[in-house]
T-cell receptor, first 110, second 116 residues
Framework: DAKTTQPPSMDCAEGRAANLPCNHS???????VYWYRQIHSQGPQYIIH???NNETNEMASLIITEDRKSSTLILPHATLRDTAVYYC???????????FGSGTQLTVLP | GAVVSQHPSWVICKSGTSVKIECRSL??????MFWYRQFPKQSLMLMAT?????????EQGVEKDKFLINHASLTLSTLTVTSAHPEDSSFYIC????????????FGSGTRLTVV
């Protein structure tokens, strides 16, 4: 499975966009990019996922580079409630489970 | 959306006793559920994959006789920590694959186990 690299921590001002990067340079053609977040002492929450096209939903946007070797999760207007650990996960289509890396601790500052 | 209910949310038990954690899919059927363990300031580590009607698949290093998994129905999987010790204290989280394109995997809220 492709491994992911994320910065261990980031800060963002409340109301501003939070851009969380993820490198997955060994990604294969059939591997999806998933983003989950985990607020302290809770189970992970699904945010968004994509294969090669950019995706947007009510929570966030996912920008995947053309070579698919990296992606960025964008929270357009961060709030204090967005403070969490954000996990970028690359999963082959054939794999049944999600494998978590170390993630990025995003702290939204007032 | 798909909901996975996990119970209890926290439990304290004495060393040597057993603890059962339940994971239910509320509005969908889950033939496969996943059990993770998370120690403080660490990421989630997959312990085992629970298969409805058959034996669970354990990850390397996870003792199957200590962490008993039962998946007797399409909506319920249980994890029993047997003969618990303080080093088993952790945050246990279950997950189920919903099979929908938008969500894929839904997680329970987790169980904080403290063994004293």
């Amino acid at each position: 499975d492709a491994k992911t690299t994320q910065p261990p921590s980031m800060d963002c001002a409340e109301g501003r966009a939070a851009n969380l990067p993820c490198n997955h340079s060994t990604i294969s053609g059939n591997e999806y990019v998933y983003w989950y977040r985990q607020i302290h002492s809770q189970g992970p929450q699904y945010i968004i996922h994509g294969l090669k096209n950019n995706e947007t939903n009510e929570m966030a946007s996912l920008i995947i580079t053309e070579d698919r070797k990296s992606s960025t999760l964008i929270l357009p207007h961060a709030t204090l409630r967005d403070t969490a650990v954000y996990y970028c996960i690359v999963k082959p289509g054939s794999a049944r489970q999600l494998t978590f890396g170390s993630g990025t601790q995003l702290t939204v500052l007032p | 959306g798909a909901v996975v209910s996990q119970h209890p949310s926290w439990v304290i038990c004495k060393s040597g006793t057993s603890v059962k954690i339940e994971c239910r899919s509320l509005d969908f059927q889950a033939t496969t559920m996943f059990w993770y363990r998370q120690f403080p300031k660490q990421s989630l580590m997959l312990m085992a994959t629970s298969n409805e009607g058959s034996k669970a698949t354990y990850e390397q290093g996870v003792e199957k006789d200590k962490f008993l998994i039962n998946h007797a129905s399409l909506t319920l999987s249980t994890l029993t920590v047997t003969s618990a010790h303080p080093e088993d204290s952790s945050f246990y989280i279950c997950s189920a694959r919903t099979g929908t394109a938008n969500y894929g995997y839904t997680f329970g809220s987790g169980t904080r186990l403290t063994v004293v």
